[in-house]
């Protein structure tokens, strides 16, 4: 079973400096898809970046980047020059290339403090 | 830009009523889902639905069903709420099967309570 694990409940930094939020993950697949998602206070959930594992280059969404370890099962997403607006809770997820369905870990709550 | 909606931001709800959350998509996604969100828990699958009148039980179906008529609209429906239910519903759409890459799109939620 696939299961996706977010081991930092809660995460902070200050305004302009650099955060990075872990997430791990099992399968037993070998093709696959990976995202993180951003939801705001009371605002809807976004996408932030999203990877496939078939890449071997990290995915870049501007000030957001990706540490994909295929082998270690590992896929970090690093937040640079952190702004106030990134205060938001982050989830992990994953899905199958020829499923439906996707996989979300608990979630990360980051706070930015000015 | 994708929209997807929920009709109600908050609903609050007695204890064995009959509740009905409805979502609507105007991408003419193949996939829609219902997930629960509650603090520490994450988002947990509740049903998606592949397709009109198909639908698949996801991690936590007991208590709810579902219902699909239309492409673009998709229900999740409690039978006779109970306070355990009280939560944040979210919907969501998307493409599946080899169009993989493309993401879930979410709607705003709506915050259940049932007293």
């Known amino acids: 079973a696939q299961t996706v694990t977010q081991s930092q409940p809660e995460m902070s930094v200050q305004e302009a400096e650099t955060v990075t939020l872990s997430c791990t993950y099992d399968?037993?697949?070998?093709?696959?898809?990976l995202f993180w998602y951003k939801q705001p206070p009371s605002r809807q959930m976004i996408l932030v970046i999203r990877?496939?594992?078939?890449?071997?280059q990290n995915a870049t969404e501007n000030r957001f980047s990706v540490n994909f370890q295929k082998a270690a099962k590992s896929f970090s997403l690093k937040i640079s020059d952190s702004q106030l607006g990134d205060a938001a809770m982050y989830f992990c997820a994953y899905r199958t290339v020829t499923g439906n369905q996707f996989y979300f870990g608990t979630g990360t709550s980051l706070t930015v403090i000015p | 830009d994708v929209k997807v909606t929920q009709s109600s931001r908050y609903l609050v709800k007695r204890t064995g009523e009959k509740v009905f959350l409805e979502c609507v998509q105007d991408?003419?996604?193949?996939?829609m889902f219902w997930y629960r969100q509650d603090p520490g828990l994450g988002l947990r699958l509740i049903y998606f639905?592949?397709?009109?009148?198909?639908?698949e039980k996801g991690d936590i179906p007991e208590g709810y069903s579902v219902s699909r008529e239309k492409k673009e609209r998709f229900s999740l429906i409690l039978e006779s709420a109970s306070t355990n239910q009280t939560s944040m519903y979210l919907c969501?759409?998307?493409?599946?099967?080899?169009?993989?890459?493309?993401?879930?799109?979410f709607g705003p939620g709506t915050r259940l309570t049932v007293l």
């Open positions: 969501a759409s998307g493409q599946g099967g080899s169009l993989g890459t493309d993401t879930q799109y």
């Open positions: 990877q496939e594992a078939y890449k071997q």
């Open positions: 399968t037993s697949e070998s093709d696959y898809y």
């Open positions: 639905s592949y397709d009109v009148k198909m639908k």
């Open positions: 991408m003419d996604h193949e996939n």
